[in-house]
């Protein structure tokens, strides 16, 4: 035996008995795996023309936000969800707050800058609720991956809003009766929760914890930056980053793994709209529930298994939506929408098993069409179906979601994550054994506009 086997990402039992530990881990890539692959995605497209004024800013804030993370590393966080040093960060984000040439936008920037010096309060947070931002800045000790640190970790990010994508969300929206009915055709308990604010954003600036890998395509305000329970949240999704992540990672394995008909291919038209619809579902089948429906349970006898599940009905729900319902009245082709969840399925899945509750999630979901018969698993190892039969598996495991974890019966629930979840690899062992040799793919943002801005004295 080595003295330090290779990390195994796909060794579940192993990865998911280290959750949490990786406080001190310093590598700019986690989890552990013996390589990496990177795509690159140049943040200086998106970036507002503010003048080099404004990116010496940015360029400030980065090294103050980097700072508190080594400091973090060192000592740790303060209180909860707090910096050791606010005053350098609070004082960094005003000085790029403004340059910002909107009112409403530099008004959110100074109240996050005040939030980062004393702490968030209702006042802040009902008047950030209320301003329309066309630039918004954040700074916190914000959430990163759950089986990394679950205290959050320094992060910086500044994204302008799509108004294109964003026009998307508003019809997709339009209409919540359909989605409510729709949710009770597939059980007759089921209703739709309210959803919080959903902003489409170009991401264009990263710094800190989220500037690591592997990237987060959406953050969930306030409570990504530790405010629970506030009555005011929007869900900031960066369409380039999910983009990015659609080009290097989920298409190349579609290509290679599945066989269902359609072709996913990120860059064509008739996908331009689904990425953000198929999140923005996601978002909303996390609000679909019943009456009796409590987590509280299944989280006391096993929180793992609580969060997979949970992430699980968010897809289902999630696709469904989409692909049932706004796919016909917007013009998308169902077919497309299945291509592109399969495709991330894939993704998900590529990055482990038991470091990641949603790639569990997803990997429980292939494996729940394999064992139903809706996919099927070649000897090469290729996913092969038609989108329609998928669908119908879909809605089999809808309907299993809701008598079971939305029915609040932990014991099924738990039996459920037994049976498909990624404990044994079952029918999925072939696909496992295919990808475990493959490098981690991630995406590596390029913010080079902002190294000159600094090193140059104009
Ligand atoms: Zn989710």
Known sequence: MPEHPMPDRFDYPSNLARAGSYRTHRSAFWPPAASYAL?????????????????????GLRGAVEAEWQRVKEIGI???????????????????????????DRRAAELRANAVQDGYDDDILRELAALEEEVTLVAGQVSTWYGKEVRGLPTAFGCRTDDTRQALVAEALADRDEVAAHLRGLHADL????????????????????????KHIAYFLPEDEGVKYSPFKKTYYFANTHRALLETVSAPLARRFLDVGVDFDPAAARFAAIPTLGVLSHELGHFAHRRATDYKALNTADRWASVVLQEVAA???????????????????PADCVAYYLAECLRYTDRGLGHFPDSDGMFLQLSYFVRLGALELTEDATLAGEPQVVLAGLRSLARVLADTLLATDADRAAQLYAEYGPATAGPLAPLVERLRPEPF??????????????????
């Open 441 to 458: 793919r991630s995406v590596e943002y390029g913010q080079e506009h902002l190294h000159t801005a600094a090193t140059t004295d104009r």
């Open 39 to 59: 795509g690159c995605l140049d943040l200086a497209a998106a970036t507002p023309d503010l003048g080099d004024g404004f990116r010496r800013a940015l360029a």
């Open 315 to 333: 897809d289902v729900f999630g696709i469904l939506i989409l692909a049932d319902v706004w796919a016909p009245r917007m013009g998308i082709d």
């Open 191 to 214: 209703r739709l929760g309210d959803l919080p604010a959903f902003g489409a954003a170009e991401l264009f600036f990263m710094a800190g914890e989220g500037n690591l890998h592997p």
């Open 78 to 104: 303060p209180a909860r969800r707090r910096f050791n040093e606010p005053m350098a960060i609070a004082e960094a984000v005003r000085g790029v707050a403004k340059h910002l040439p909107g009112e409403a």
